[in-house]
């Protein structure tokens, strides 16, 4: 079974600077994918990113790169250059590789970003 | 394509009253999944489903029924509503060759069980 710990209820970043959301995670499969979600005050949940337990590199994608380190157990979310639209609720979500393929996730309980102008 | 779609927005239930959450999404995924969202809390898997025919039970499967009887639609099936049972519930679906694994998620149906 897999945990997914996110330790920050609420983080605060200057619009244009850079902040890292933070997630454990806690596994014995050797195969596994994490993930970041969106979730903004309409409710509504986004993908942002992807990253599987053999990748090698870790994962971008415009502005969020995923800073994935195995033995730490952490897969921190990294928001460069934060704009005031990426004030939102950030789920960090885990699965074993069968599980992560059907959409059998566990999520963490989230982190609420502030973005101040 | 519409994505995920779910019905209704919005429900008020009395204790004990069934009803049936819909989900359908047209973009032919394989994989479809529910999910419930407690106030301040992640989402929690409750069932989910690899194909029409099959499904299988999430973490929190009590009080809901489900079935796929075709690729497009996969409803959630309250019993008897309970006031534990508040929450918003989301249906989301993948493809099975996205190297992504992107889930794509529907808007969301909030209910309140009085």
């Known amino acids: 079974a897999q945990k997914i710990t996110q330790t920050q209820p609420g983080m605060f970043v200057q619009e244009k600077e850079a902040v890292t959301l933070d997630c454990t995670y806690d596994?014995?499969?050797?195969?596994?994918?994490l993930f970041w979600y969106k979730q903004p005050s309409s409710g509504e949940m986004i993908f942002l990113i992807y990253?599987?337990?053999?990748?090698?590199q870790n994962a971008t994608e415009g502005r969020y790169s995923l800073n994935f380190q195995k033995a730490r157990k952490s897969a921190n979310l990294v928001i460069s250059a934060s704009q005031l639209g990426d004030s939102a609720m950030y789920f960090c979500?885990?699965?074993?590789?069968?599980?992560?393929?059907?959409?059998?996730?566990?999520f963490g309980q989230g982190t609420i970003l502030t973005v101040h102008p | 394509n519409a994505g995920v779609t779910q019905t209704p927005k919005f429900q008020v239930l009395k204790t004990g009253q069934s009803m049936t959450l819909q989900c359908a999404q047209d973009?032919?995924?394989?994989?479809m999944s529910w999910y419930r969202q407690d106030p301040g809390m992640g989402l929690r898997l409750i069932h989910y489903?690899?194909?029409?025919?099959?499904?299988d039970q999430g973490e929190v499967p009590n009080g809901y029924n489900v079935s796929r009887s075709t690729t497009e639609d996969f409803p959630l099936r309250l019993l008897s509503a309970a006031p534990s049972q508040t929450s918003v519930y989301f249906c989301?679906?993948?493809?099975?060759?996205?190297?992504?694994?992107?889930?794509?998620f529907g808007p969301g149906t909030r209910l309140t069980v009085t």
């Open positions: 989301a679906s993948r493809r099975h060759r996205d190297l992504t694994y992107e889930q794509y």
């Open positions: 596994t014995s499969d050797q195969s596994y994918g």
């Open positions: 990253q599987g337990s053999y990748d090698e």
């Open positions: 979500a885990g699965g074993n590789a069968g599980g992560t393929s059907y959409g059998k996730l566990t």
């Open positions: 973009m032919n995924h394989e994989y």
């Open positions: 489903s690899v194909g029409a025919g099959i499904t």
